[in-house]
């Protein structure tokens, strides 16, 4: 079964420093997305992809995040300037279309040091 | 905005027994799909089961199945025959028709018990 692939699967970073989560989506969805999750707390929206533009973000997307779709596979999230509060588990998902809910990766553990 | 509601933080069953986890929402729109995903202790998010607002029928997958109640906005799920592999953090999910973001619930921690 198609999956979606998240790298790292965990990582460790010094506060102020710039990390890069990666993911592959399924080839052939259309729409991605990066969810977190703090521990202990519930799943939310951070951004939405569609046609290589971002088509929704939350107000947690401020300008220290970023996304881009690099290559025709790979999408990514980039935080410039991490803080400790940037810790959480970070999922990427993807869709072939709205309604048929998402496929969501494996997740990345961000730990701010 | 659309907000989910899970009352449960906890649930403990013994296994092969039926349980059924709690979820409400609140929408004004008509249009919307519930979803239930599992999060195993891999934290992975899995698609348990969808249902379309517009759709009287209850979804079933295998063991699972929800009870749809669009009036009275509840959508729960549940759990026939429990395994020890079902022990996980289970969370319902809303989207609304032509967005783009779910909106998920606090989540519930179900253990299943030998």
């Known amino acids: 079964e198609p999956e979606v692939t998240q790298t790292p699967s965990h990582q460790v970073t010094q506060m102020g420093q710039e990390v890069i989560l990666r993911c592959v989506p399924i080839?052939?969805?259309?729409?991605f997305y990066w969810y977190r999750q703090i521990l202990g707390q519930k799943v939310e929206f951070l951004v939405s992809?569609?046609?290589?533009?971002?088509?929704?973000k939350s107000e947690i997307f401020d300008d220290q995040f970023s996304v881009e779709r690099p290559d025709g596979s790979n999408f990514t999230l980039k935080i410039r300037s991490t803080k400790l509060e940037d810790s959480a588990m970070y999922f990427c998902?993807?869709?072939?279309?709205?309604?048929?809910?998402?496929?969501f990766g494996s997740g990345t553990r961000l730990t701010v040091v | 905005a659309q907000t989910v509601t899970q009352s449960q933080p906890e649930m403990s069953v013994q296994e092969a027994e039926t349980v059924t986890l709690s979820c409400t929402y609140d929408?004004?729109?008509?249009?919307?799909?519930l979803f239930w995903y599992k999060q195993p202790p891999s934290r992975q998010m899995i698609l348990v089961i969808r249902?379309?607002?517009?759709?009287?029928q209850n979804a079933t997958e295998n063991r699972f199945s929800v009870n749809f109640q669009k009036a009275a906005k509840s959508f729960s799920l549940k759990i026939s025959d429990s395994q020890l592999g079902d022990t996980a953090m289970y969370f319902c999910?809303?989207?609304?028709?032509?967005?783009?973001?779910?909106?998920f619930g606090q989540g519930t921690r179900l253990t299943i018990n030998p």
């Open positions: 998902a993807s869709s072939v279309g709205i309604p048929y809910g998402y496929t």
């Open positions: 080839s052939n969805h259309l729409y």
């Open positions: 992809f569609y046609n290589n533009e971002i088509s929704e």
């Open positions: 929408t004004s729109e008509s249009n919307y799909y």
């Open positions: 249902q379309e607002a517009y759709k009287q």
């Open positions: 999910a809303f989207l609304l028709g032509g967005a783009q973001k779910l909106v």
